[in-house]
């Protein structure tokens, strides 16, 4: 099947700093991406919509100036977390959907966030 | 969005043939159903992907009924290394804004030995 990268994939970060999270598709073309956070034990949130080219569309209650989108490219997304506060700690997950394939949703290995 | 209700934790055996069964009564006409498979600290894995009666792949079976609100997916003979949650997806087609899936609590599948 295709394959998600996402760097790094863990990150350490002092409060108030910015933390960006690449995802890219390996061998696929993505005008679709998605992010989402998950905590322990539960279920992945969907976070945004990446589409290439424009811009992201955000899930209600999470906020756009905090969690910056770009999908600048068919094959990258990447997710900048701003001014990290240790609530945002978490362990991130993207997905890109194939654009050639709109029926599967491929993921990527996920980020843990610290956030200290 | 098509809401999935799936039981919380399961146990089996290891040799066993386990079945997770999940409810979506509001599929739309156009929604495939899908099975991811998630181990700690990983990202969701691909299992089985459907749209109506069976489907069956090197690894698990996908059982839809006719109505489409609700599926099975079957793995035969689990082993140790089954223990993994295992999340039930309902999603459109055209994978717009609109047809974004989303996912439920999954289902916890403890395999003993």
């Known amino acids: 099947g295709a394959v998600v990268s996402q760097h790094p994939s863990r990150v350490i970060c002092k409060s108030g700093t910015s933390v960006k999270i690449e995802c890219r598709s390996l061998?696929?073309?993505?005008?679709?991406m998605f992010w989402y956070r998950q905590f322990p034990k539960k279920s992945l949130m969907l976070m945004a919509t990446?589409?290439?080219?424009?811009?992201?569309?955000?899930e209600q209650g999470v906020e756009k100036d905090k969690f910056l989108i770009n999908h600048a490219s068919l094959t990258l997304s990447t997710l900048t977390v701003t001014s990290a506060h240790p609530e945002d700690s978490s362990f991130y997950i993207c997905?890109?959907?194939?654009?050639?394939?709109?029926?599967?949703?491929?993921f990527g290995p996920g980020t843990r966030l610290t956030v200290l | 969005l098509a809401k999935t209700t799936q039981p919380i934790s399961m146990d089996s055996y290891e040799g066993q043939e386990v079945n997770i069964t999940c409810s979506h009564n509001?599929?739309?006409?156009?929604?495939?159903i899908t099975w991811y498979q998630q181990f700690p600290s990983q990202g969701p894995r691909f299992i089985i992907q459907g749209y109506k009666t069976k489907v069956t792949n090197e690894v698990a079976s996908l059982f839809i009924p006719a109505d489409r609100k609700s599926s099975t997916l079957s793995l035969p003979r689990v082993s140790l290394s089954d223990t993994a949650v295992y999340y039930c997806l309902v999603g459109g087609v055209r994978w717009t804004n609109a047809g974004k899936s989303t996912f439920g609590d999954g289902t916890t599948l403890t395999v003993k030995p």
């Open positions: 509001n599929i739309a006409t156009n929604d495939y």
């Open positions: 061998d696929f073309q993505a005008t679709t």
């Open positions: 997905s890109a959907r194939d654009s050639q394939s709109y029926n599967e949703q491929f």
């Open positions: 990446s589409n290439e080219g424009s811009k992201a569309t955000y």
